[in-house]
């Protein structure tokens, strides 16, 4: 296989993942992005050929970069992973040292996970189970003065809510029982 064909190859595999990939040099400066980066990038970027050799804080430009929570300055301070807002979801992003066949650092790479929706239904959980909690806590001192209303599912909370309906459905019955 040629070296064209292996850059190809690797290329290829690269921008297969789904999650947006970068590589950068150790002066921060892009060597590589992914498809899936790329994507990410489709209002101001067209041509992967663009951006090689820019500062990626002026090619991504979100709210982490040029700061501290920036992953290659987070990286230096031995954090691989860090989680960001943006665009109201919440992301992680992995980091980590390219190396040379020596060990020496040579760049770095950062692979960004959406966990919006993870962030969310946990969120949900917990508003919801704090009610849940309040509502026992209030039936334990004989009190029937519930609050049985269950915030409306959004995108990612549809499953959680019919789960909740079910409880408030044994509740109801429970407070029927009891009546």
Same mark, same amino acid.
């Given at each position: ?10 290329? /290829? @595999?690269? #921008? ?7 590589? /950068? ?16 990038? %489709?209002?101001?970027?067209? #041509? ?18 040029? #700061? ?6 987070? @990286?230096? %301070? ?8 943006? =665009?109201?979801? /919440?992301?992680? $992003?992995?980091? #980590? ?15 960004? /996970? ?16 704090? %009610? ?9 001192? =004989? ?5 049985? $209303? ?30």
């Amino acid at each position: 296989m040629s070296e064209f064909e292996k850059f190809n190859w690797h290329e /290829t @595999l690269l #921008d297969s993942l789904q999650m947006p990939l970068s590589v /950068t040099d150790l002066e921060k400066n892009i060597v590589f992005v992914n498809a899936a980066a790329l994507a990410m990038l %489709r209002k101001t970027v067209h #041509d992967r050929k663009d951006i090689i050799g820019k500062k990626c804080s002026k090619v991504f430009n979100i709210s982490i970069c040029g #700061d501290e929570r920036c992953g290659v300055e987070s @990286l230096k %301070r031995g954090e691989n992973s860090i989680i960001f807002k943006m =665009g109201g979801g /919440t992301f992680n $992003s992995y980091q #980590d040292y390219i190396k040379d066949g020596s060990g020496n650092n040579i760049g770095h790479f950062e692979i960004v /996970t959406d966990l919006t929706e993870k962030s969310q239904k946990s969120a949900y959980v917990e508003k919801e189970m704090q %009610r849940l909690i309040e509502n026992l806590s209030k039936m334990a001192e =004989g009190k029937k003065d519930l609050d049985l $209303s269950i915030e409306p599912p959004d995108d990612f909370t549809e499953e959680e809510y019919e789960r909740f309906e079910v409880i408030k459905s044994k509740l109801e019955g429970i407070l029927q029982k009891l009546s």
